[in-house]
């Protein structure tokens, strides 16, 4: 086991640099992808029968296709268009895309949540259509679906590891690099699964914490 | 001559593929659920630090992504333990525990949510332990743990998409495959996509009657 540590260390530079592009890519992606849900959520819950019709058919198609064919669909489709950006990039929005598709059902259930009285009396206030919505049922549908999104990010971050099948270098991808150059695979990716479980661990702390902050002052759910 | 554009035979190998991923789906599906159970029913004897162990195992697979599963086994078990492993036995193992890891929390909440008092009156009656388990528990908990069972099922054929990566010919591999030969990337991750939509579509279809055959007992009196 020593000689293990001793023959890893030399790599650990490379790895953190990997672990690095893994937080980026699932930074952006989060954010991607709450912003889409979000979009999408509203789609979903408009008066207008064709938006919710679209977004609907979006969240079921992304839904049940894997991420992996998707990723693949964007990866080589998407010069076949004459846009060429890098695999980083194709990466994040697929991933965006992808997470999009889980976060709108979340936030939709959120939406769904706000009890009619409350929009109504928004309305005998005289708050414009847009008000209500973005002053009182998004804020409320928000807090209500933080701890539902927070297992739908954590399953995001342990997607962007399938950003190593486009040669994207993020910790999976370094990590197989180091396993082929030392010839230690074991050790590498056990480390490496410690590694995914507690950045997690880490984000669903935060979760939680998030979930506190917005609902403080709130009483506790009873169901 | 260049064999660039499809042939018959393309759809001879795409029914392969589709073979292969349900063939290991249905495989890995059925020792997941066994050993899911068998999972539970270890902590529901409260066996001391077996438990413990279990909980913790199936926490560090449910909080890592598949893909460095995968690699551990396939890659990291040959060389540190040297053994013998094919991306077909590798395949099934990773994904069998993985599954029986999801399959595990739900079957242990389906029994956790039984009423306390429906086992006390059971004991007060002189039941043993498994006879409560047996005759008690697990009609209910299984008509408790279906609908997300079925939401595991849905995901997980989608996590087979993953074995691919390391070189198991399903349906994911043959788009592989068709996409560098005749690189037409949109015509074939459509057709593959498609496919797996209607695999998932077609398995919750199957399991919403399940479903409903397995509740038909249980009458929703509201809340």
Request: proline share 3%; charged share 10%.
């Amino acid at each position: 086991m020593i000689r293990s540590w001793n023959a890893l260390e030399p790599h650990l530079g490379f790895l953190l640099e990997g672990f690095a592009l893994t937080v980026a890519a699932c930074v952006l992606a989060v954010a991607g992808a709450v912003v889409l849900g979000a979009l999408i959520a509203s789609l979903r819950t408009a008066r207008s029968r064709a938006a919710r019709t679209v977004a609907a058919v979006y969240c079921d198609l992304f839904r049940n296709v894997p991420f992996i064919v998707q990723l693949f669909f964007f990866f080589y489709g998407l010069p076949e268009l004459g846009i060429y950006i890098g695999a980083f990039e194709t990466g994040v929005l697929a991933m965006s895309i992808a997470g999009g598709a889980f976060v709108a059902d979340v936030i939709r259930a959120g939406i769904l949540s706000i009890e009619q009285g409350v929009i109504e009396a928004a309305r005998v206030f005289g708050l414009s259509r847009w008000q209500i919505f973005s002053r009182i049922v998004m804020p409320n549908a928000l807090r209500v679906s933080v701890r539902p999104m927070g297992s739908v990010l954590i399953n995001l971050v342990l997607t962007s590891s399938i950003l190593s099948t486009i040669t994207v270098n993020e910790l999976t991808g370094t990590a197989k690099i180091v396993a082929a150059t030392t010839f230690m695979p074991f050790e590498v990716y056990a480390v490496l699964l410690v590694l995914y479980a507690a950045l997690t661990y880490t984000l669903s702390l935060a979760v939680t914490g998030v979930h506190r902050r917005l609902n403080r002052g709130m009483p506790e759910a009873v169901a | 001559m260049r064999y660039a554009d499809f042939t018959p035979y393309d759809l001879v190998l795409l029914a392969q593929g589709l073979g292969v991923t349900l063939g290991l789906f249905a495989a890995t599906t059925l020792i997941g659920l066994a050993l899911g159970a068998a999972l539970t029913v270890l902590h529901y004897y409260r066996v001391p630090v077996i438990g413990h162990v279990v909980v913790a195992v199936t926490e560090l697979l449910k909080n890592s992504p598949v893909l460095v599963q995968l690699f551990l086994v396939f890659f990291g078990m040959p060389a540190f333990f040297q053994v013998n492993m094919t991306p077909v036995t590798a395949a099934l193992l990773t994904v069998s525990l993985n599954t029986a890891a999801f399959a595990f929390v739900i079957f242990r909440s389906g029994v956790e949510a039984v009423e306390r008092d429906q086992i006390e009156a059971a004991r007060v009656f002189g039941h043993s332990r498994w006879q409560i388990l047996r005759r008690i528990i697990s009609p209910q908990a299984a008509a408790f743990s279906v609908g997300p069972l079925i939401g595991l099922l849905v995901n997980q054929l989608q996590v087979t998409s993953l074995i691919s990566v390391i070189g198991v010919a399903d349906l994911t591999k043959i788009g592989n495959i068709l996409n560098l030969r005749t690189l037409e990337p949109f015509v074939v991750w459509s057709v593959i996509g498609l496919t797996y939509y209607l695999c998932a579509k077609a398995l919750a279809a199957l399991g919403g009657r399940l479903e409903r055959h397995l509740r038909r007992s249980v009458v929703w009196q509201g809340l």
